[in-house]
């Protein structure tokens, strides 16, 4: 969105290694989690109208900004805007002093190849999304690749046993941040697979999910409760447990 677009050091970009990761989901997740410490949020996306996993997410929309540019809406104490038309905005939308947000989070959805420099030049702490499948962890590898050096966490969205090709096709970052606890699994929920994103809590296993990558980006945040219900392979915490 050019130089009024740079990004705050201290934002939380979550981006998708490859279309349909679930990038908003991550996203919402990881701003109710931080929310859920009393701290104020702001969720960004910047994807296209078209695009949008976050249409329907807040629970009471709030109309639009002066020019027109974003739709706000508000969820708790999260305050989401999402883009209104096909024309970029000129910069992110901004709150008012009272409003000021303690925490950041811009879903940057799937990038452009040349937005991963842009990204990595403003040095913001990064959730990279994927799948569980052999293209999709080839691809996280690349984008890591564009983001060296940058702080960087990876959201797996999908089932607890991971097939052997798949494991066997991580790259050496990809090793590396699962053996340092950076990667978090998210379950799949059958509701938001039908439903999407909507005003409504997210599921339990879910949310676990956003308390964990929120732990990891901002230390203070209180970790994952570390009583379980099920089996230690089954929980959406560090998928370092993946079996």
Do not use: N
């Not at 410490?37 to 996306?45: A, G, K, N």
């Not at 009272?98 to 842009?118: H, K, R």
């Amino acid at each position: 969105m050019g130089d009024t677009a740079a990004l705050a050091a201290d934002w939380i970009t979550v981006v998708a290694a490859h279309a349909g990761a679930g990038a908003s989901t991550v996203a919402l997740a990881i701003s109710d989690a931080a929310a859920a410490t009393d701290r104020r949020v702001h969720l960004v996306e910047a994807a296209h109208p078209r695009r949008s996993g976050l249409i329907a997410a807040a629970s009471a929309e709030l109309g639009t900004d002066a020019a027109g540019a974003w739709r706000r809406g508000s969820r708790d104490r999260v305050t989401i805007d999402r883009r209104v038309a096909d024309v970029e905005p000129g910069g992110w939308p901004a709150l008012s002093i009272s409003e000021e947000p303690a925490v950041t989070v811009l879903d940057l959805g799937l990038p452009a190849p040349e937005d991963l420099g842009w990204l990595a030049a403003d040095r913001t702490s990064t959730v990279i999304v994927c799948r569980p499948t052999v293209p999709g962890v080839r691809l996280t590898e690349h984008v890591l690749s564009q983001l060296a050096g940058q702080p960087v966490v990876v959201a797996v969205v999908g089932p607890a046993r991971w097939p052997r090709a798949v494991k066997a096709s991580f790259g050496p970052q990809l090793r590396e941040l699962r053996s340092r606890g950076r990667m978090v699994r998210v379950p799949v929920d059958g509701r938001l697979q039908t439903a999407g994103l909507t005003g409504d809590r997210l599921p339990k296993g879910v949310e676990a999910a956003g308390r964990s990558l929120a732990a990891l980006l901002m230390p203070a945040v209180p970790p994952q409760p570390r009583h379980r219900h099920r089996a230690a392979a089954s929980q959406p915490g560090a998928a370092g447990e993946t079996r």
